[in-house]
Structures are given as structure tokens and as C-alpha cells.
T-cell receptor, first 111, second 113 residues
Framework: DAKTTQPNSMESNEEEPVHLPCNHS???????IHWYRQLPSQGPEYVIH???SNVNNRMASLAIAEDRKSSTLILHRATLRDAAVYYC????????????FGSGTRLLVRP | NAGVTQTPKFHILKIGQSMTLQCTQD?????MYWYRQDPGMGLKLIYY???????DKGEVPNGYNVSRSTTEDFPLRLELAAPSQTSVYFC????????????FGNGTRLTVT
């Protein structure tokens, strides 16, 4: 299974943008990049996903490097509610059923 | 549309007892998953199912069993509970496509003493 590497933790100030990096150097051509977040005492929730092009939705933006070996989740204006653990995972077309989560990045947002 | 429903929310089990964690989804998803999350750690995949009648082991299957007799339900059974199985258990489901997001339940917090 292709693996992802994320920093253990990051800090941000409220109202400022946050860029959460993820390395996935062994990504294959059919792997989709998914991001989830887990708020304290809750189950993970889907944030965004992409294959090759940058993606935007109401929660965040996903910037994917041209060689697809890394990606960045962008929160445009962090709020206190965005304090969570963010997981970057790969979901491939050959075994899309088997999803392995890493340790994720714990985001701290300062008021 | 309830999504993924897990019961119970909390449970205390004595060492050696058995119990079943229930998970049901109403989205007609083929894929279902069971994860466990120990305090301060990430999620570990216990078992998954790609459809009714089909199950397979994940990263940490020992001490657990699953069944998938219907599309909607994916119960997780703990036999001879041990303190090491104290954890929060999350059930999830998705469509069978690589661009399909996972939908998670709210979890079952299990303590084995």
C-alpha cells in the first residue's frame, strides 16, 4: 500500500490561512488523494479529495504537485473549530476497499 | 437519512466476556469498515467488507470477528475480551469507487476491565 508522510503537529493563528503538507512519493497513477479530519471526541469526517488537478470545496482547497508526489490541504481562514487531526490517505483503483490511515497532523489554532 | 449508526455509544466489559458492536448504514454502500483508535493514536483497520457475504482482515484482526449477511449491517464481535481491546471503535462505509469518500459513525467507546 502506498504510504503518506505528514508532520506530527502544526500551529496556526485564527483567521490566518493554514497549509497542511502531505508527502506520498510512492503514489501510483490510479491513486486518489483523500483528506479527512477528526475533531476531538468525534469520528473522522471527509474533507476533500483529488486525482491530478487542484480542487476546491466549501471546506478547503487541495493543491496537488505536478508530479503528484506531494499535496497540500489549504484552510483559507482557520477558525478555532478547525483544530483537529488531519489525515492524508491514498485510495487506489486496484484496492480501493483497503484504506489505511497514518498518524495525521494535529492542528492547533491559537485565538 | 441516518448515515452510519453505531450502537452502543459506550460499554464496559469484563475480561473474558464477549459482545457485539453493531453498525448499520442506510446509504446502500457496498464497502464497510471497522477501525479502532487507541488514546492519542491514529485509526487501525480491523476488518473490512466489499459486499454482503465477503469480509477480509485489516491490520489488527486478532481477537475480533465480523459478518456481513446484508448490505446494511456489519457487526463486530469481540470474543474473550482483553484489556488491550479497550479502545474507541469506528464503523465506516463507502461506495466501491476510489473517488468515493468514507462516511463514519460516531464511534463506540469500549472499556475492558
Amino acid at each position: 500500500d502506498a504510504k503518506t508522510t505528514q508532520p506530527n503537529s502544526m500551529e496556526s493563528n485564527e483567521e490566518e490561512p493554514v497549509h497542511l503538507p502531505c508527502n506520498h512519493s510512492t503514489i501510483s497513477g490510479t491513486d486518489y488523494i483523500h483528506w479527512y479530519r477528526q475533531l476531538p471526541s468525534q469520528g473522522p469526517e471527509y474533507v476533500i479529495h483529488g486525482l491530478t488537478s487542484n480542487v476546491n470545496n466549501r471546506m478547503a482547497s487541495l493543491a496537488i504537485a505536478e508530479d503528484r508526489k506531494s499535496s497540500t490541504l489549504i484552510l483559507h481562514r482557520a477558525t478555532l473549530r478547525d483544530a483537529a487531526v488531519y489525515y492524508c490517505i491514498l485510495r487506489d483503483g486496484d484496492s480501493s476497499y483497503k484504506l489505511i490511515f497514518g498518524s495525521g497532523t494535529r492542528l492547533l489554532v491559537r485565538p | 437519512n441516518a448515515g452510519v449508526t453505531q450502537t452502543p455509544k459506550f460499554h464496559i466489559l469484563k475480561i473474558g466476556q464477549s459482545m457485539t458492536l453493531q453498525c448499520t448504514q442506510d446509504m446502500n454502500h457496498n464497502y464497510m469498515y471497522w477501525y479502532r483508535q487507541d488514546p492519542g493514536m491514529g485509526l487501525k483497520l480491523i476488518y473490512y467488507s466489499v459486499g454482503a457475504g465477503i469480509t477480509d482482515k485489516g491490520e489488527v484482526p486478532n481477537g475480533y470477528n465480523v459478518s456481513r449477511s446484508t448490505t446494511e449491517d456489519f457487526p463486530l464481535r469481540l470474543e474473550l475480551a482483553a484489556p488491550s481491546q479497550t479502545s474507541v471503535y469506528f464503523c465506516a462505509s463507502s461506495y466501491d469507487r476510489e473517488d468515493s469518500p468514507l462516511h463514519f459513525g460516531n464511534g463506540t467507546r469500549l472499556t475492558v476491565t
